[in-house]
């Protein structure tokens, strides 16, 4: 092999080196982004979740409160 041709293929070696690193780093960033996105997305569902059955309970005990007979007031 000439000098040349060896300088090509390490300068061709570095160069798919360098993309194998920046791709792998891209996927990592990926893969963190998207953790975070389904940590989110889980949170939101449970929140939502715990304020919808929150409401049900305010509504059914404003239900049971209309339902109680009236107290007669003093004359």
């Given at each position: 092999?000439?000098?040349?041709?060896?300088?090509?293929?390490?300068?061709a070696?570095?160069?798919?080196?360098?993309?194998?690193?920046?791709?792998?780093?891209?996927?990592r960033?990926?893969?963190?982004?998207?953790?975070?996105?389904?940590?989110?997305?889980?949170?939101?569902?449970?929140?939502?979740?715990?304020?919808?059955?929150?409401?049900?309970?305010?509504?059914?005990?404003?239900?049971?409160?209309?339902?109680?007979?009236?107290?007669?007031g003093?004359?």
């Amino acid at each position: 092999m000439t000098a040349h041709s060896k300088t090509a293929v390490d300068t061709a070696v570095s160069l798919f080196s360098k993309m194998q690193t920046q791709s792998m780093s891209l996927n990592r960033i990926n893969s963190e982004r998207d953790a975070v996105s389904q940590a989110r997305e889980a949170k939101t569902a449970r929140l939502r979740e715990l304020r919808l059955e929150k409401e049900a309970d305010e509504m059914a005990a404003a239900a049971a409160l209309a339902l109680l007979p009236k107290r007669a007031g003093k004359r």
